[in-house]
T-cell receptor, first 110, second 117 residues
Framework: EPEVTQTPSHQVTQMGQEVILRCVPISNHLYFYWYRQILGQKVEFLVS????????KSEIFDDQFSVERPDGSNFTLKIRSTKLEDSAMYFC????????FGQGTRLTVV | AQKVTQAQTEISVVEKEDVTLDCVYE???????LFWYKQPPSGELVFLIRRNSFDEQNEISGRYSWNFQKSTSSFNFTITASQVVDSAVYFC??????????????WGAGTKLIIKP
């Protein structure tokens, strides 16, 4: 079965630091997404990416966030200056006939 | 506006019992998709099913079954003969059909299912 791979599985960073979360989506899918889930809460949409540009983004996805797919393989989410409230599980997703999520990256901002 | 409601915050049953997780949605779209995901304690999101709004046929996959009722805007999920490994948080989600394979999921709050041995 195809799978979406995310690295790292857990990242601890100091407030104000930049982090890059990495994802390898399913190669023949066209749309890629980032979602986040604050501990104990519902999953929230951040951004969708199609044809090397952002397709949709939520209010959460402000100027401190950016996404790119630099090499046609990895799909990255960058948070420029992390805040305590950015602590969450971040999920990458790849959608085709089914909608697959990666195993998530747990980001802890201290 | 789109909305997904999972009114059951937590359900606890004894192993081998059947259990139904409720999902009620709101949308003005005529074409939309409904999803169920399982989130085990390890945290990943496991895809269970996607159903489009034109297909009201109920689906069965092993011990899992889904009942889609457009008339009541519900997409309920039943686990038959539950097992301890079914313990997880289950999320229902809704997406309008933006473009082919482009889904912007709106998530319910999740139902925590506890299966006791």
């Amino acid at each position: 079965e195809p799978e979406v791979t995310q690295t790292p599985s857990h990242q601890v960073t100091q407030m104000g630091q930049e982090v890059i979360l990495r994802c390898v989506p399913i190669s023949n899918h066209l749309y890629f997404y980032w979602y986040r889930q604050i501990l104990g809460q519902k999953v929230e949409f951040l951004v969708s990416f199609y044809n090397n540009e952002i397709s949709e983004k939520s209010e959460i996805f402000d100027d401190q966030f950016s996404v790119e797919r630099p090499d046609g393989s990895n799909f990255t989410l960058k948070i420029r200056s992390t805040k305590l409230e950015d602590s969450a599980m971040y999920f990458c997703a790849s959608f085709g006939a089914e909608a697959f999520f990666g195993q998530g990256t747990r980001l802890t901002v201290v | 506006a789109q909305k997904v409601t999972q009114a059951q915050t937590e359900i606890s049953v004894v192993e081998k019992e059947d259990v139904t997780l409720d999902c009620v949605y709101e949308t003005r779209d005529t074409t939309y998709y409904l999803f169920w995901y399982k989130q085990p304690p390890s945290g990943e999101l496991v895809f269970l099913i996607r159903r489009n709004s034109f297909d009201e046929q109920n689906e069965i996959s092993g011990r899992y079954s889904w009942n889609f009722q457009k008339s009541t805007s519900s997409f309920n999920f039943t686990i038959t003969a539950s097992q301890v490994v079914d313990s997880a948080v289950y999320f229902c989600a809704l997406s309008e059909a933006l473009m082919d394979s482009n889904y912007q999921l709106i998530w319910g709050a999740g139902t925590k299912l506890i299966i006791k041995p």
